[in-house]
T-cell receptor, first 113, second 113 residues
């Protein structure tokens, strides 16, 4: 079964810290991987998309890396701010499973002032 | 440029009733996917529509059906509602079925009593 796992489930850090969120997937044959942010009770905001042929993507204070061989992706957030508090979701499209995004359960991040 | 829009925002239905949720994709997008997100879980893929046809379906019963219109907007219909159908229903749009970033709407919160 193709699965996506995110660890830790929750994380609390003081403002200003750099932090890393982890995502692992069971099948290295992927089409792409996408990171999302979700505020409580809201929809998903697209953060970064990494195609299978890419190793990393950057947007502002966010950097996402992809290592297909080990089935891992990380989302690095630099100089965290209270406004970064949200749930971060990783989603993978596996190469042999059509067009569906397969999501992890997310990491709930709290950045304290 | 309007993003993905969904209506209604919230909905309360009684067990056994039928419900229709609506989605308008981001301007220029031709592919619409629907996801169900239970509380504390990652979204689960329901189905995807492209060129007015269902291209792929997730592990959901036939009570869940959909439609895509010529203007690319889409509807999700759920018949014979169960208490377990209570969830946030998310619509996502993209330019192509697989390769592009998927953009999500704000969701419709369905409560079945």
């Amino acid at each position: 079964k193709q699965e996506v796992t995110q660890i830790p489930a929750a994380l609390s850090v003081p403002e200003g810290e750099n932090l890393v969120l982890n995502c692992s997937f069971t099948d290295s044959a992927i089409y792409n991987l996408q990171w999302f942010r979700q505020d409580p009770g809201k929809g998903l905001t697209s953060l970064l998309l990494i195609q299978s042929s890419q190793r990393e993507q950057t947007s502002g204070r966010l950097n996402a890396s992809l290592d297909k061989s080990s089935g891992r992706s990380t989302l690095y957030i630099a100089a965290s701010q209270p406004g970064d508090s949200a749930t971060y979701l990783c989603a993978v499209i596996f190469s042999n499973s059509g067009y569906a995004l397969n999501f992890g359960k997310g990491t709930s991040l709290l950045v304290t002032p | 440029d309007a993003g993905v829009t969904q209506s209604p925002t919230h909905l309360i239905k009684t067990r056994g009733q039928q419900v229709t949720l609506r989605c308008s994709p981001k301007s220029g997008h031709d592919t619409v996917s629907w996801y169900q997100q239970a509380l504390g879980q990652g979204p689960q893929f329901i189905f995807q529509y492209y060129e007015e046809e269902e291209r792929q379906r997730g592990n959901f019963p036939d009570r869940f059906s959909g439609h895509q219109f010529p203007n690319y907007s889409s509807e999700l219909n759920v018949n014979a509602l169960l208490l377990g159908d209570s969830a946030l229903y998310l619509c996502a749009s993209s330019l192509v079925p697989t390769g592009g970033m998927q953009y999500f709407g704000p969701g419709t919160r369905l409560t079945v009593t």
